[in-house]
């Protein structure tokens, strides 16, 4: 199975900080990559496919990048709204797996 | 607009079955691939069984392996997970997801979920 390691597992950052998280698979999955949004409470959102594609209706201040195994995902002006948990998953191969999560919280 | 619907939560003992229902609307369901996660209370998410689009092909996760059955009516655009000798460790929220493409397991509409509980 494959295994991704998120980092950090949370960070404070303040509205307009530019923020980074971090993805880490335990074996290559080439570009076989999605980040996800969830709010408490809600179903998760899909925000980046392909490592790097950005999902239809989702703003640019998003963006993903990365391959085989390390992978970033990018807040480039942090908004209110983003305030939420942020999960990697891996597309290629089966079991499909997820990261342990990256939640955004008010500095 | 695209709509996923689940049903079928609740409480049961461990032990029990129970069968989760996920009624799509707003796109070509025989058309795309379907998942299951879960999440449990507090925690990450979880994938669970996903299917192609003919159903032809399954997969799951070694932790329901044998015990879930994942199925498709692509007549009625519903999905199915059945879930039988449930264990404590799996209650959780229940999603559905729709994938991308037909094969491709990258999941851009999710359904509100569906707690399941197991508890005795």
């Known amino acids: 199975d494959i295994q991704m390691t998120q980092s950090p597992s949370s960070v404070s950052a303040s509205i307009g900080d530019r923020v980074t998280i971090s993805c880490r698979a335990s074996q290559g999955i080439s570009s076989w990559l999605a980040w996800f949004q969830q709010k408490p409470g809600k179903a998760p959102n899909l925000l980046i496919y392909?490592?790097?594609s950005l999902q239809s209706g989702v703003p640019s201040r998003f963006s993903g990048s990365g391959s085989g195994t390390d992978f970033t995902l990018t807040i480039s002006s942090l908004q209110p709204e983003d305030f939420a948990t942020y999960y990697c998953?891996?597309?290629?191969?089966?079991?499909?797996?997820f990261g342990g999560g990256t939640k955004v919280e008010i500095k | 607009e695209v709509q996923l619907v689940e049903s079928g939560g609740g409480l049961v003992q461990p032990g029990e079955s129970l069968r989760l229902s996920c009624v799509a609307s707003?796109?070509?369901?025989?058309?795309?691939?379907m998942t299951w996660v879960r999440q449990a209370p507090g925690k990450g998410l979880e994938w669970v069984s996903a299917t192609r689009d003919s159903g032809s092909n399954t997969a799951y996760a070694d932790s329901v392996k044998g015990r879930f059955t994942i199925s498709r009516d692509n007549s009625k655009n519903t999905l199915y997970l059945q879930m039988n000798n449930l264990r404590v460790e799996d209650t959780a929220v229940y999603y559905c997801?729709?994938?991308?493409?037909?094969?491709?397991?990258?999941?851009?509409?999710w359904g509100q979920g569906t707690l399941v509980t197991v508890s005795s």
């Open positions: 392909a490592a790097s």
């Open positions: 997801a729709k994938g991308t493409t037909g094969s491709t397991y990258y999941f851009n509409y």
């Open positions: 707003g796109f070509t369901f025989s058309s795309y691939a």
């Open positions: 998953q891996q597309a290629i191969s089966f079991p499909l797996t």
